[in-house]
């Protein structure tokens, strides 16, 4: 790819960049959320057209106009959302809209699709419904896919943010094994560690411009977190836990019902201390959305209870679970905020009353109160701007100061950092550590097992609506909470 240049409106996606993939090569695309790669891996696969410079394909001009131009040039794709009819088997996905006619012998097709899992080393049952996959099978077949219509070059979108350790491991060993076959990946990641362990090459990107193409073993993960985001080292550091307080969040045999009835928390038993952090790890769609609703007062306990410093909220609405002195940031920012009003309006929202004087809302006292929380969080923005314009990063902190600045004693927060890039991540983790030090108890509800290693005092894991396991994190590692995490409970 050569001098690429791609613009949404005033925003450069893609500032003249260059990217040089060969054969049999693993090579990394790192850098932040929004510094660009999957932009730039869209106009590979034809999703987008640049607006300006070529690409070359073996030396030759390639003009990539939609995804069949880049299959029909050997170039597959697999997007961190995958595109799968889930109701279909394997095999079924892995033809679909590449067959001959019109015609289609199953029998012949199934025994096509085992003999390329089998010469790809992608173990995966032809006859299975996709529906009955785990993630990381899925996954498998989306790669199945793409190596069955000839992909010679094959993208991977952040691969592993939906995989447990061990899944995450059999990519790496299915990856290395099709590289030796002459297939090139190109790997887009903002993980260090995976780009450093698996990748020939990386290029790394920040604010839409190449830092530096480098060869993996000529560098460091120091060398390209300064690449990627202008300082050497990012993250946070968790001050010893210098002994917990009583229980403050209590939940005794909890158990609730997904929106069709189905049973989806089942007895779920798990106390948070003051000053303590407790993770809940688990791979997605294994409850944790439904639990922390079931927190937050949004969805209904069938069974069990729930209580904040002894007091009994089972089954209260979100308006008597804030009084009992509950911080909620949930899952879905946009969804915790009205796109249409203003900050301050929105920064005011969970307690207006505090700003009613005589049945009239004080308009000066709500820009007044924002004004402050912009200032104390470093929220680039002003009271009057519609939150809608905000960065991921910056509604997040909105959401952040309306909750923490009541001092609550619980703090139920999930997926804080997801969407958001390395700077706002480390602002958000260093918050939640204050909060902790200050002595709230905090429920992290996250599927990114390093931010739950990196803050939490004790982690639970969750697997299909129960907690199968409860560790130390000092005791916790990458392969116990894997195992745990596929429902291993020993």
């Known amino acids: 790819m050569r001098k690429i240049t791609k613009r949404f409106g ?12 060969r054969r049999g090569q693993i090579h990394g695309l790192l850098g932040e959320n929004g510094a660009g790669k999957t932009t730039l891996m869209r106009i590979l696969y034809g999703l987008y057209h640049a607006d300006e410079g070529h690409i070359l394909v073996k030396g030759r001009a390639a003009d990539i106009r939609s995804p069949k131009d880049a299959i029909r040039l050997g170039i597959g794709m697999v997007t961190q959302h995958f595109a799968l ?10 033809v679909l809209g590449y067959t001959d006619g019109f015609r289609l012998s199953l029998d012949n097709a199934h025994q096509q699709v085992y003999e390329a899992s089998k010469r790809f080393g992608i173990e995966v049952d032809p006859k299975a419904l996709v529906k009955n996959l785990s993630v990381g099978q899925r996954q498998r077949v989306e790669i199945l896919k793409a190596l069955y219509r000839q992909a010679e070059v094959l993208i991977l979108d952040e691969p592993t943010a939906v995989l447990v350790p061990q899944e995450a491991d059999q990519l790496f060993q299915s990856l290395a094994r099709l590289q030796d076959d002459g297939l090139s990946v190109i790997f887009i990641s ?25 060869e993996t073993r000529q560098t460091t993960q120091p060398d390209l977190a300064r690449m990627m985001v202008g300082r050497e080292t990012f993250g946070v550091t968790k001050a010893n836990n210098t002994g917990r307080g009583r229980v403050v969040l209590q939940l005794l045999d909890v158990a609730a019902a997904d929106d069709k009835g189905l049973s989806v928390l089942k007895g ?45 909220v089972t089954n209260v609405g979100p308006a008597q679970i804030m009084a009992a002195g509950v911080g909620r940031i949930p899952e879905d920012r946009h969804e915790s905020v009205v796109t249409e009003m203003s900050v301050a ?35 680039k923005a002003s009271p009057k701007d519609k939150i809608r314009a905000l960065s991921g990063g910056n509604m997040q902190k ?23 890039d390395v700077g706002a991540t480390e602002y958000v983790r260093r918050k939640l550590l204050e909060q902790r030090t200050k002595g709230a ?32 994190t000092v005791t916790a590692n990458a392969e116990k909470l894997g195992l745990l995490m596929s429902g291993v409970k020993d």
């Open 10 to 21: 005033a925003l450069v996606a893609n500032d003249q960049v260059d990217f040089t993939l």
């Open 85 to 94: 009819v889930l109701p279909l088997t394997v095999t079924e996905n892995v």
């Open 190 to 214: 903002h993980k260090l560690n995976e780009v450093m362990s698996i990748t020939d090459q990386v290029t790394v990107l920040r604010g839409g411009k190449v830092m530096g193409a480098v």
């Open 268 to 312: 779920i038993t798990l106390d948070v201390h003051a000053g303590e952090i407790v993770g809940l790890a688990g791979v997605s769609g294994n409850g944790q959305a439904e639990l922390a609703q079931v927190l937050d007062g949004t969805r209904r306990c069938t069974a069990g209870s729930i209580k904040v410093t002894e007091q009994d």
């Open 345 to 379: 309006q929105n920064m005011a929202l969970e307690h207006l009353d505090e700003f009613v004087q005589n049945g009239v809302l004080n308009h000066r006292d709500i820009r007044l109160h924002a004004e402050k929380l912009i200032a104390e969080y470093q929220i």
């Open 398 to 420: 909105v959401i952040l100061a309306r909750v923490l600045e009541r001092d609550p004693k619980v703090i139920i927060v999930a997926q804080p950092t997801r969407g958001l």
């Open 441 to 472: 108890a905090i429920l992290l509800i996250s599927e990114d097992l390093d931010e739950i290693m990196a803050l939490s005092d004790r982690i639970a894991v969750i697997y299909e609506g129960e907690i199968v396991g409860v560790l130390p």
